[in-house]
């Protein structure tokens, strides 16, 4: 069943934010090549699964003239611009927000996540949001250096126990595989979990399973619309959420 309680499970990097030009900035900051990249990204992978854009920013700037704290200054000021999280973006953040509760929960080094979500003003719009919401039901933002997928796990059960309708929105297709087969071991029917996937940037490349039963879309806006007149059909005299049982 659709229950009245609607929780969004968000990620970050991907459907809001473009991490992909990044590199670019960075690179050329330093003066330095593609292949001065790949290398450090590699080593930065070498002690874990997963990437330290900190770590990398480091291993570059010991190979140059620059100084680092300038580096992380520019990407401060570069992260502001409208190409790496546009208004409609920010739009889509603020809408989602309305609709139900909010979970933003994103991989990767602390201070390189936290300097993006300050930046792209995300975090000022879960905050601003926060203030019309009763205290035991505020938005979250979490920063996750390793595995986001056991978070996923623990938070798509509890939100579910705790009554709620859930929405998962990612770029990847693999956090979107992991908690679909998490769903299915913890009996939690399709009713009452949702998945979408965003199709943007270097991940929008490779394809969906077969098999997945999340839906494919072209922006966060694009979800956002079919979440509204889809998933949560507005009430006719007042536009609250309405209840909608499926038999199972």
């Known amino acids: 069943m659709i229950g009245k309680k609607i929780a969004f499970l968000l990620d970050f990097d991907g459907p809001f934010f473009n991490n992909d030009l990044v590199k670019g900035e960075i690179l050329s ?13 590699q080593k930065s992978s070498e002690k874990g699964k997963y990437t330290s854009y900190g770590q990398i920013i480091s291993l570059l700037t010991e190979q140059s003239t620059a100084n680092e704290a300038l ?8 992260m502001k611009g409208e190409q790496f999280c546009t208004s409609e973006n920010k739009k889509a953040m603020r809408d989602l927000a309305s609709m139900g509760h909010v979970e ?3 991989q990767g ?12 003003t995300i975090n000022d719009i879960i905050n601003t949001e926060n203030s019309k919401r009763p205290e035991g039901d505020k938005h979250t933002v979490r920063v996750v250096e390793e595995n986001k997928n056991i978070h996923l796990r623990a938070r798509l059960k509890g939100l579910w126990e705790d009554g ?3 929405i998962q929105i990612d770029d ?18 399709h009713g009452e979990f949702f998945q979408y996937r965003i199709n943007v940037g270097k991940y929008a490349e490779v394809p ?14 694009e ?8 998933i949560i059909p507005q009430h006719p005299e007042g536009g609250c959420v309405q209840s909608i049982r499926m038999k199972r």
């Open 104 to 106: 933003v929960i994103t």
């Open 208 to 221: 969906s399973p077969k098999g997945h039963n999340w839906q494919d879309m072209d922006s966060i806006s």
């Open 164 to 166: 709620y309708t859930v």
């Open 71 to 78: 580096l992380w200054e520019h990407l401060y000021n570069i």
């Open 29 to 41: 900051f330093l003066g330095m090549r593609e292949d001065q990249w790949k290398k450090a990204y």
């Open 172 to 189: 990847r297709a693999g956090p979107l595989l992991d908690l679909q087969e998490f769903a299915k071991q913890q009996n939690i029917w």
């Open 109 to 120: 080094d602390e201070v390189y996540q936290w300097l993006k979500l300050i930046t792209s």
């Open 223 to 230: 979800a956002v619309r079919d979440i509204r007149t889809r």
